[in-house]
Nanobody
Framework: QVQLVESGGGLVQAGGSLRLSCAAS????????MAWFRQAPGKEREFVAG????????DYADSVKGGFTISRDNAKNTVYLQMNSLKPADTAVYYC???????????????WGQGTQVTVSS
């Protein structure tokens, strides 16, 4: 029902910024949730930020609060992750995710993008 394509990853120096984009296609619903997860080599995938499409309410992992912002553009059918003050610890593959029903921002996603690499150099 939902196809997701991420873009915007790359190599940046510590303290720099990137904005990731996730373009969604297919049928969507007013109660859609979308989120960003990340995974470093050898580590489990972890929740970064989520947004309710209907309410525009958001949730963030404690590790990125104050530095990352999730938002969406209805006209472009796209969600964004603005990442400021990046640190080497933020290096990971970032994945866009979506689900049609639910209430929890950090779990239960069943649609996934292909991932985009973010590398932060010291």
């Amino acid at each position: 029902q939902v196809q997701l394509v991420e873009s915007g990853g790359g190599l940046v120096q510590a303290g720099g910024s990137l904005r990731l984009s996730c373009a969604a296609s297919g049928r969507t619903f007013s109660n859609l949730f979308m989120a960003w997860f990340r995974q470093a080599p050898g580590k489990e995938r972890e929740f970064v930020a989520g947004i309710s499409w209907r309410r525009l309410s958001t949730d963030y992992a404690d590790s990125v609060k104050g530095g990352f912002t999730i938002s969406r553009d209805n006209a472009k059918n796209t969600v964004y992750l603005q990442m400021n003050s990046l640190k080497p610890a933020d290096t990971a593959v970032y994945y866009c995710a979506a689900k049609i029903f639910g209430t929890d921002y950090n779990r239960g996603y069943n649609y996934w993008g292909q991932g985009t690499q973010v590398t932060v150099s010291s």
